[in-house]
C-alpha cells in the first residue's frame, strides 16, 4: 500500500454532520453518465440524495466508484458523486486503503475527500492498511474497528506503525484496550509502536497523558511522519495545530516536531490562545519556543491577542511571561481594548499592578463597537464603581480630567451618574473637578455634578458635593438648579437636603418644589419651607390653587393641619378675580374628607359659600357624590338644607338623582323639603317644576324612589308626574310602584306615548290593561304615530291588536317653522322614519297608501323619496305606490328626490313615471 497522500491543500469545505469516509479500493472505470446543466451526473444526484450507504472510491481521477444502496443493488458512479455524499453525510463508515485521496467535485475544485466524522458522531480512521483490533470493547459499544464511539472524540492511528490496543482511560479513569473511543469527553491515545504516555499525568480536568489527550470536543485526524494533523467539527481535514478545539490539549509524539503552532481551529484560536484560555504556563513557553505568533489575533468577535486573552483569564503570571516575550503591552484586540482596558474592566487587579509596573499606558481610549465611547481605564474603573482601581490608577498618574469621546465626561461625572459613592469620595479626594459641565447635551449643558446627583437621587453623593464646596444655586444651560432638578423628578428627600443645605426657600424654584411637596402630601417637608420662609398662601401658578387649597382637595389631613396653623386663608379661591369660585372648605366636601372639612369649620370657613360656576354649595356637591359624614357635619354647623344652586338644584335632589339613598334620608332627617320644585330652566334633561321623586324615576334609582314615596313625597304635583319619567327610559319597576302607590289614569295617558316611543311594550301594555286608550292623544300625537316612526314594531303590533285606528291623525298646529305636516301613522313612518318593515307592516295590516299630509299634501312615497329613504321607497313601490302623484306643488317623487340630490331614490323612481 502507498502511504497516505497528506500533501493536498486543506480543504476549505467544512466537514458536515454524518461524514462519510471513503474507501479507496483498485479499479478503473471511465466516468460516465449524462450532465445536467449544472455538471452534476444522474448518479451524482443520487448520491446527494443519500441513496447509497457504504461507497468504495476508486484511486484513480476520472474513475467511476462503486456504490452499495440499502436494499444491497449496487452500481457504478462518478468519483465526485462519491464525493458529494460524503459531504452531505449519507453513509457510516469508513477504511481508507489507498494513496490518491484526492478527488474531483463537481465544482471541479480538487480537495481530499474528507476522513474523519465530526465531534458530535465520531470516527475511528484506520490508516494505510493495518488492521484494528476487531476484539476490543468498551462500556458502551460492541467490538468493531469502524464504529462510532459516543461522545465526543476521534482515535486516529499512525502510518507505518504496527497496529495494536490503544490504552484509554475515560472519564471514569477505567482502562481498557479499545480501538474505538471511550464515551465521555476524555480519550488518552498511546502512539503504536512507541513508549506509552505517563498515564498519570494529568490536565485541568483529569487524568490526561503528555502525548494526546484528547479532551473534550477535540477530533484528531492524522498524525503522519514529522507532522500533527488535526480536524475540528467544522472544518475539513488538514494540517491544523497541535491543538484541537474545545477543551483543547496539546498533541505531541514524542520525539517528533510539532505542526505549525500559528495555524488556527474553527473558532479562529491558535495553541497559543487554548494553551493561555486554561493558563497552562508550560505549554505557553513550548509554544513560544517553537514560534507561536505572540501578537496574532484571534478570529474571534473579540479578536484577543494572547495578552488581551491572558489579561481577561486573569493570569497574571502569563501576563508577565507575554510581556517579557516582548508582546505589546499597548495593543488592541478587535473589540478596541487594551490589556489595561481588560484587566480594568474584570476586575483584575493583580494583573492591573503587573501592567502599571510594565508601564502599560493609562490615558489610551478604547474603540469598542461601532459606537465606541473612547473610555480610559480610569472612566471603565470609576463607571463600573470599583474604588480600588480608581485608587490605584490614580496614583500612576491617570488624568483624572480626562474626558471620554463620545459624551466628554469625565471619570467623576461617570461615577456620579452611576451613583457610585466611594469612587466619587476616592475621585473628590484627589482632587477631581466638581465644577466641570456637561457639555454634549444629557445631562443638559451647562449642569454640573450636583444637578446629575440631584436628580437621581443621590443623597450620600450629594452630600459629598455640597461639603466640598458645589454651588447649590448654580443653573444649567436651560436654568434649572439642582433644587429644580430635584423637583423635576420628584425627589423630595433631594429637596429637604438642599434646604438643609442652604437653598433659599423663597426663590422660585423652592415654591415650586413647596407645590409639590404639598401635592405628596409630605408634611414635614412643606413645614421644612415654612420654617424657612416659605409664603404659606402661595399660588400654584397654573391652577390658580393656595397650597390649602391643594391640600383640601387631594385630602392631605396632616399638610391642611398644619398650613392652618401657619395662618393660611381659609377662604382662598383659585381666582379671586371672580366670585363663586371653590374654597377649600368646598374642595374638601366634594372630594369627602370629614376631617378636613370639621378643621376647616372650626377655623371659620363660611359653610353656605356658593362655589364653582354652577353656584353649588358644600353640602351640594357633598351630597350629589354620596358623602353622607361629610354632609351630617356641615348639617351639625348649620349648613341651609335647602339652598339651592343657580338652576335651583337642592342638595336633596341632586342626591336623589344620584341615587345616594343614605344621604337622602339624612336630607329628609334634617328638614328638607321633599316636594321642592325646579325653577327656571334647568339643565341635565329637567324641566322646570321637577321634583326629587321625578329625579329618582327618571335616572332609574329604585331605592330613592322606594324611601320618597314611603316619606309621603306627593306623586301628583303639576309638570313634575314622575311616572312620565319613569317611562321616558322605560323603568318598568318603578312604573309598577308608582301604579301601586295610586298613580290615576290621567298620568297613565300622559306617559302611554313616551312609553310606545320608548319601545317599552311591557309599560304600554300595562297602561292598555289599566284602561288607557290606543286612541290617547297627547300634545297631538298618539300611540301608535310614536311607536311606527320609530320603528318599534312588536308595540305597533300591540296596538293595531288592541284596536288602533290605522287612518288616526296627528293634530298639530305649529312648531318652530310654522304649521308642522299632520298625517297617519303610516305617512309619519314612512316620512320621518327608518323602518322598513314598520311601513310594510302598516300595509299589511291595510294603511292607506296614498294618505296624503295636510299641509303639503304629500303620499307617504313623496316623504320617503324626499328624505332619501330607499328601502321604504321600495316597499311602498312593490305594495303599488302612485309613482305620478304630486303635491300640493305639483311635484313628484322623483322630482323631489332629484331637487334633493337623492341618486338612490332617483334611479329607484327613473323609468317608472
Not at 497516505?4 to 478503473?28: F, G, K, M, R, W
Not at 489579561?311 to 488592541?332: R, W
Not at 321623586?693 to 314611603?710: D, F, Q, T
Request: overall charge neutral; some cysteine.
Amino acid at each position: 500500500m502507498a502511504p497516505l497522500n497528506t500533501s493536498a491543500e486543506p480543504s476549505s469545505v467544512p466537514i458536515p454532520p454524518h461524514t462519510t469516509i471513503i474507501e479507496l479500493v483498485d479499479q478503473s472505470a471511465a466516468e460516465g453518465g449524462a450532465k445536467d446543466k449544472n455538471g452534476g451526473t444522474e448518479s451524482i444526484v443520487a448520491t446527494e440524495a443519500g441513496d447509497a450507504t457504504t461507497i468504495q472510491v476508486v484511486a484513480k481521477p476520472g474513475a467511476q466508484v462503486i456504490v452499495k444502496d440499502n436494499r444491497g443493488a449496487t452500481k457504478q458512479v462518478p468519483v465526485a458523486a462519491a464525493a458529494a455524499a460524503a459531504a452531505t453525510g449519507h453513509s457510516m463508515v469508513v477504511q481508507v486503503q489507498e494513496a490518491a485521496a484526492n478527488v474531483k467535485d463537481k465544482s471541479q475544485s480538487t480537495r481530499p475527500i474528507p476522513t474523519p466524522a465530526p465531534p458530535s458522531h465520531t470516527t475511528i480512521i484506520q490508516v494505510s492498511g493495518q488492521k484494528a483490533d476487531t476484539n476490543a470493547t468498551d462500556k458502551t459499544t460492541s467490538p468493531t474497528p469502524t464504529q462510532a464511539a459516543p461522545g465526543h472524540t476521534t482515535i486516529v492511528q499512525l502510518p507505518s506503525q504496527k497496529a495494536g490496543d490503544v490504552s484509554v482511560k475515560d472519564t471514569n479513569a477505567s482502562s481498557k484496550s479499545a480501538p474505538a473511543p471511550t464515551p465521555g469527553h476524555t480519550t488518552i491515545i498511546q502512539i503504536p509502536g512507541q513508549k506509552p504516555a505517563d498515564a498519570n499525568t494529568k490536565d485541568k480536568r483529569g487524568p490526561a497523558a503528555p502525548a494526546t489527550a484528547v479532551p473534550g470536543h477535540t477530533t484528531i485526524v492524522e498524525v503522519h511522519g514529522a507532522d500533527a494533523s488535526a480536524g475540528d467539527h467544522s472544518r475539513s481535514t488538514g494540517k491544523a495545530p497541535a491543538t484541537a478545539p474545545g477543551h483543547t490539549t496539546i498533541v505531541q509524539v514524542p520525539g517528533q516536531k510539532l505542526a505549525d503552532v500559528n495555524v488556527k481551529d474553527a473558532l479562529g484560536y491558535t495553541s497559543l490562545h487554548r494553551a493561555i484560555e486554561n493558563g497552562d504556563v508550560t505549554r505557553i513557553q513550548v509554544l513560544l519556543d517553537e514560534g507561536a505568533d505572540i501578537n496574532v489575533k484571534q478570529d474571534s468577535w473579540a479578536g484577543k491577542t494572547a495578552l488581551t486573552e491572558a489579561v481577561a483569564e486573569g493570569h497574571h503570571t502569563v501576563v508577565k511571561l507575554l510581556l517579557d516575550k516582548g508582546h505589546n503591552i499597548d495593543a488592541k484586540d478587535t473589540t478596541g481594548y487594551t490589556a489595561l482596558h481588560w484587566a480594568v474592566e474584570k476586575g483584575q487587579i493583580e494583573v492591573i499592578k503587573v501592567l502599571l509596573e510594565k508601564r502599560a499606558n493609562l490615558e489610551v481610549k478604547e474603540s469598542q463597537g461601532s459606537s465606541p465611547r473612547g473610555a480610559t481605564a480610569l472612566h471603565l474603573a470609576a463607571d463600573g464603581g470599583n474604588e480600588t482601581i480608581v485608587r490605584l490608577l490614580v496614583e500612576k498618574g491617570a488624568d483624572m480630567h480626562a474626558t471620554d469621546s463620545r459624551l466628554g465626561l469625565t471619570a467623576l461625572q461617570m461615577a456620579v451618574e452611576k451613583g457610585r459613592e466611594a469612587v466619587v469620595k476616592a475621585l473628590l479626594e484627589k482632587g477631581a473637578d466638581f465644577r466641570a459641565k456637561y457639555q454634549n447635551g444629557y445631562p443638559p449643558r451647562g449642569a454640573t455634578v450636583l444637578h446629575s446627583a440631584a436628580e437621581n437621587g443621590y443623597l450620600e453623593v450629594i452630600r459629598l458635593l455640597v461639603k466640598r464646596g458645589a454651588d447649590i444655586h448654580a443653573s444649567d444651560d436651560l436654568g434649572f438648579s439642582p433644587l429644580a432638578r430635584a423637583m423635576k423628578a420628584k425627589r423630595l428627600d433631594v429637596v429637604r437636603l438642599l434646604l438643609e443645605s442652604g437653598v433659599d426657600a423663597g426663590g422660585e424654584d423652592a415654591r415650586l418644589a413647596m407645590h409639590i411637596a404639598v401635592t405628596a402630601g409630605n408634611e414635614s417637608l412643606v413645614r421644612l419651607f415654612i420654617d424657612r420662609g416659605a409664603n404659606v398662601n402661595d399660588r400654584d401658578s397654573t391652577t390658580g390653587f393656595s397650597l390649602l387649597q391643594q391640600a383640601a382637595h387631594l385630602k392631605h389631613d396632616a399638610v391642611v393641619k398644619l398650613l392652618l396653623e401657619k395662618g393660611a386663608d381659609v377662604e382662598a379661591k383659585d381666582d379671586p378675580a371672580k366670585e363663586k369660585k371653590k374654597t377649600p372648605l368646598w374642595l374638601a366636601a366634594e372630594a369627602g374628607s370629614v376631617t378636613i372639612v370639621q378643621m376647616l369649620l372650626q377655623r371659620g370657613a363660611v359653610i353656605d359659600q356658593r362655589c364653582s360656576e354652577g353656584g353649588q354649595t358644600a353640602l351640594i356637591v357633598a351630597a350629589k357624590n354620596g358623602f353622607e359624614f361629610v354632609v351630617r357635619a356641615l348639617l351639625e354647623k348649620g349648613a341651609n338644607v335647602n339652598v339651592g344652586d343657580d338652576e335651583s338644584f337642592t342638595a336633596l335632589f341632586r342626591a336623589a338623582e344620584s341615587g345616594q339613598t343614605a344621604v337622602v334620608r339624612t336630607l329628609i332627617e334634617k328638614g328638607a323639603n321633599i316636594n321642592a320644585q325646579l325653577t327656571g330652566w334647568p339643565s341635565g334633561g329637567h324641566s322646570q317644576g321637577n321634583t326629587a321623586l321625578s329625579a329618582a324615576c327618571y335616572r332609574g334609582h329604585i331605592e330613592v324612589v322606594k324611601l320618597l314615596l314611603e316619606k309621603k313625597a306627593n306623586m301628583h304635583l303639576a309638570n313634575s308626574t314622575p311616572l312620565v319619567y319613569a317611562c321616558l327610559n322605560s323603568h318598568l319597576a318603578i312604573v309598577q310602584l308608582l301604579l301601586e302607590h295610586g298613580a290615576t289614569v290621567k298620568e297613565m295617558s300622559d306617559s302611554i306615548n313616551h312609553a310606545a316611543r320608548d319601545g317599552s311594550v311591557e309599560i304600554v301594555k300595562l297602561f292598555l290593561d289599566r284602561g288607557v286608550s290606543v286612541k290617547n292623544m297627547d300634545d297631538g300625537d298618539f300611540p301608535l304615530m310614536e311607536a311606527a316612526w320609530r320603528g318599534h314594531n312588536e308595540v305597533v303590533q300591540l296596538l293595531l291588536e288592541r284596536g288602533a285606528d290605522l287612518e288616526q291623525r296627528t293634530v298639530v298646529t305649529g312648531g318652530y317653522n310654522g304649521p308642522l305636516d299632520q298625517g297617519t301613522a303610516l305617512w309619519h313612518a314612512a316620512y320621518w322614519g327608518e323602518n322598513a318593515a314598520t311601513v310594510k307592516l302598516l300595509l299589511d295590516k291595510g294603511a292607506k297608501i296614498e294618505t296624503r299630509s295636510t299641509r303639503d299634501n304629500r303620499t307617504p312615497l313623496h316623504g320617503a323619496a324626499a328624505e332619501g329613504k330607499e328601502a321604504v321607497v321600495q316597499v311602498l313601490l312593490d305594495k303599488g305606490a302612485n309613482v305620478r302623484a304630486t303635491d300640493g306643488k305639483g311635484q313628484t317623487p322623483l322630482q323631489l328626490a332629484q331637487a334633493a340630490n337623492q341618486a338612490g331614490v332617483v334611479k329607484l323612481l327613473s323609468g317608472r313615471s
